[in-house]
């Protein structure tokens, strides 16, 4: 393998390459979030996103859902905004429900 292909060129550790099937509109989804909020690549964009899911196990799959729902509906135009009070009061519903 190439250190093309492992990422080791840099002196971090060395990186695997891994396959993922996504739905088109959820990839249409991820690509269009990557490049607003200014990643270099949707390779980018999904570590960081995987690394957060990693390092904040305690945030609920419910949560990740959540949020996942809302930005599409955001981008669809299909949702109602809301204030940050409002999501915080929210979000302290969910961890009494926990």
Sequence with gaps: MSNADT???DG???TVQI?????????DD?????KEQGFNSRSEF???AVRDAVKHPDFSR???RQ???????LRTESSELVSRE???KMMDQNEDRE
Excluded: Q
Aim: hydrophobic share 35%; charged share 30%; net charge negative.
């Design 67 to 73: 949020i996942a729902t809302s930005e599409h509906e």
């Design 86 to 88: 409002e999501v915080m």
């Design 46 to 48: 999904l570590r960081y």
């Design 12 to 14: 971090g550790p060395e």
């Design 19 to 27: 396959n993922l099937r996504l739905g088109k509109p959820f990839l």
């Design 62 to 64: 419910e949560g990740w």
């Design 7 to 9: 990422g080791t060129d």
């Design 30 to 34: 991820i690509d269009a979030t990557w």
